[in-house]
């Protein structure tokens, strides 16, 4: 029985930390961190995922997770696909970029 409450309280804190490894980054404290150099322009990243896969952008998001900062876009492409590009938001490199099913 002891084995299993600790295997238990193991399991919860192993989800509850890794929902810690994400957070959303306000617009003001994005500011912040472009007039700081820490973070490119949002402009500057927006037109480096828009050169990795063409389209509209239709949504953007700033994370901080594992200890740099992501910047997310959404992407429709001219048939209507909808594509995801990951971006660290400090170098400019592509992370990820794959389209949703």
Known sequence: MKKLTTLSCAVLLGLAGSVAFADDVRVD??????????????????????????????????????GRYVYKVEIRDAQGAEWDVKLDASSGEVLRHKRDN
């Not at 912040?32 to 952008?57: F, H, M, Y």
């Open 29 to 66: 404290e994005a500011l912040r961190l472009v007039n700081e150099g820490q973070i490119q322009a949002l402009d500057q990243l927006n037109d480096k995922a828009l050169a990795v896969q063409p389209g509209d952008i239709t949504d953007t998001e700033l994370e901080h997770e594992y």
